[in-house]
């Protein structure tokens, strides 16, 4: 079946610094991945649909200019937190579409 | 746009006996209905899904039910397991829409 790649599973970064989560499609190409973020206890709250070869596409109240998102080819999309606070501590899950919706393992970020 | 409910938000069930977790959605034009199924600290996994065109879909101990008119479905696990605990999410695709909306959540807790 399909398997979508996330990485790290866990990373913890300073205040002020940028932290590159990677989200891949293994066996499929996808020309759609999405970025899900996850508070503890809570549901899926959708970030961003990413489109290859186009500007994502941010849900609303999401900063464009703080959660960067590049997909540059048909099986990996990119989310950057930039100038990470400690606010922005969460856990972050990529998605990628074929058929049905296969979900990445998520990512812990920790802003300290 | 798109509003998912679920309903219970806990559940608590003898191993062995059923667990029934209830989803309804407000937009008439959904035709995708996935539920996932999330272990601590892992993104969602898919355990099964039906379409518009189908009343019910069955996968061994797990079954989804869909009332069209009434705009709800349904999660059935029967012969529960130790292992079927874990929260489970529903979602709803409205058609020409890629994106996901997904229930509130339930986590469901298997006695032993």
């Known amino acids: 079946g399909a398997v979508v790649s996330q990485h790290p599973s866990r990373v913890i970064c300073k205040s002020g610094t940028s932290v590159k989560i990677e989200c891949r499609s293994l066996?499929?190409?996808?020309?759609?991945m999405f970025w899900y973020r996850q508070f503890p206890k809570k549901s899926l709250m959708l970030m961003a649909t990413?489109?290859?070869?186009?500007?994502?596409?941010?849900e609303q109240g999401v900063e464009k200019d703080k959660f960067l998102i590049n997909h540059a080819s048909l099986t990996l999309s990119t989310l950057t937190v930039t100038s990470a606070h400690p606010e922005d501590s969460s856990f972050y899950i990529c998605?990628?579409?074929?058929?049905?919706?296969?979900f990445g393992s998520g990512t812990r970020l920790t802003v300290v | 746009g798109e509003n998912v409910e679920q309903h219970p938000s806990t559940l608590s069930v003898q191993e062995g006996d059923s667990a029934v977790i209830k989803c309804t959605y407000s937009?008439?034009?959904?035709?995708?209905f996935p539920w996932y199924k999330q272990e601590l600290g892992k993104g969602p996994q898919l355990i099964i899904d039906?379409?518009?065109?189908?009343g019910e879909k069955k996968d061994q101990r797990i079954a989804v039910t869909l009332n069209k008119t009434a705009k709800h479905f349904s999660l059935h696990i029967t012969e529960t397991q130790p292992e079927d605990s874990a929260v489970y999410f529903c979602?709803?695709?409205?058609?020409?829409?890629?994106?996901?909306?997904f229930g509130t959540g339930t986590r469901l807790t298997i006695i032993p």
């Open positions: 998605s990628a579409q074929e058929n049905g919706y296969t």
């Open positions: 066996d499929f190409q996808a020309t759609t």
């Open positions: 990413s489109n290859e070869g186009s500007k994502a596409t941010y």
């Open positions: 937009d008439s034009a959904s035709n995708y």
């Open positions: 039906i379409r518009s065109n189908v």
């Open positions: 979602a709803a695709r409205a058609f020409g829409n890629e994106k996901l909306t």
